[in-house]
């Protein structure tokens, strides 16, 4: 089992930035592909970025392509998710999800065992 627990979340003002943090216990993330999926109100879940148990390969949402950019600290337990150039479009609930087949960057939500609880993140314009 994999407990993911998000942060960093909250409200910025367009333009700015946040870092998404996801927190693991329970068993070591680096035998996981990580990816982070965003949900807006009224709308369904969508990929935002993952990233490979090495960190090697990353895929991103073409929304957040050159904005957005995905890591990991496999010594901390820890992904990260660094948004640039908040838009208002960006508000929504954000979530981390771990994958066991550990070599995809999946954008394929059902390719994940294991998801936090989220965190909002709203981007005011």
């Known amino acids: 089992q994999v407990q993911l627990v998000e942060s960093g979340g909250g409200l910025v003002q367009a333009g700015g930035s946040l870092r998404l943090s996801c927190a693991a216990s329970?068993?070591?993330?680096?035998?996981?592909?990580m990816g982070w999926f965003r949900q807006a109100s009224g709308k369904e879940r969508e990929f935002v970025a993952a990233?490979?148990?090495?960190?090697?390969?990353?895929s991103f949402a073409d929304s957040v392509k050159g904005r957005f950019t995905i890591s990991r600290d496999n010594a901390k337990n820890t992904v990260y998710l660094q948004m640039n150039t908040l838009k208002h479009e960006d508000t929504a609930f954000y979530s981390c999800?771990?994958?066991?087949?550990?070599?995809?960057?999946?954008?394929?939500?059902?390719?994940?065992?294991?998801w936090g609880q989220g965190t909002q993140v709203t981007v005011s314009s």
């Open positions: 990233i490979t148990y090495s960190g090697r390969t990353t």
């Open positions: 999800a771990a994958s066991p087949n550990k070599y995809s960057a999946s954008n394929i939500p059902t390719h994940y065992n294991y």
């Open positions: 329970g068993r070591t993330l680096s035998t996981y592909a």
